[in-house]
């Protein structure tokens, strides 16, 4: 894609990183539970779902989304930016398998927060993270190595991603050694950084067109998206 190409020398700018920690990455266990949500069951490790309130939000937008063609993939990735860095908050589901594939630490913004990411942003410079659904599109080779564009499909909230060289990247200050010795992890300049040993393979399930859900209790994002407010309009349909 020649339009992202002019990006990948400056992304190390937007998205570096500072010091801080991570708690450690884990694939799924396959030991077998079902969740019943949105009308269909879907089938995990306990330990391994995002909380209810927080994937039914997630499944709103994905369906959302879908219906108006923004997202064509059964992979769904949500981001829980109520818990702490420490925690693993980020899930990837395969939808189609009803399945947790991944769960994994996540870095937030610089100026969102310490240990909990409290303040978010859409503006160039705010070195803040984004709450909102993303799509996920092509992996390059950048400032951090290989990296995923994100870009943002909500109005206001976060579709300058683009412009703030907002990517999925790799980076050395998520992991389990980090959270051991300052407990909590590093901060990206509002990139949601990923453990560099985990992102190759991370990326090549949710690349290409998938959704990311970034959630935060924020009653503004939460009253204005358009993803989390049109089930009635589907329902009519």
């Excluded at 927060?113 to 942003?121: H, L, T």
Aim: charged letters at 25%; a positive charge; aromatic letters at 8%.
């Amino acid at each position: 894609m020649n339009r992202w190409m002019w990006r990948t020398a400056v992304v190390a700018v937007f998205c570096t990183a500072l010091p801080g920690a991570a708690v450690a990455r884990t694939r799924a266990s396959r030991k077998p539970r079902t969740w019943q949500g949105e009308g269909q069951r879907y089938r995990a490790a306990a330990v391994e779902w995002p909380r209810r309130e927080v994937l039914e939000l997630a499944m709103r937008a994905y369906r959302c989304a879908r219906a108006e063609g923004q997202i064509d993939s059964p992979i769904l990735s949500v981001i829980d930016y109520s818990l702490p860095s420490t925690e693993r908050r980020l899930w990837v589901i395969d939808l189609a398998k009803r399945r947790v594939l991944f769960r994994e630490l996540v870095a937030h913004g610089q100026n969102s927060g310490e240990v909990y990411a409290v303040d978010f942003s859409n503006q160039p410079g705010s070195r803040q993270s984004s709450l909102g659904l993303f799509r996920t599109e092509d992996v390059y080779d950048g400032g951090h190595g290989e990296s995923l564009r994100l870009t943002g499909l909500e109005p206001g909230i976060n579709d300058r991603a683009e412009e703030r060289r907002i990517v999925m990247h790799g980076a050395a200050y998520v992991n389990a050694r980090v959270v051991e010795r300052y407990g909590q992890l590093g901060r990206s300049w509002g990139c949601p950084a990923v453990d560099r040993a985990v992102l190759p393979q991370l990326v090549r399930h949710i690349k290409d067109g998938t959704a990311l859900l970034a959630y935060y209790p924020d009653p503004r994002w939460l009253r204005q998206s358009r993803f989390l407010q049109c089930d009635a309009k589907l329902a009519a349909k």
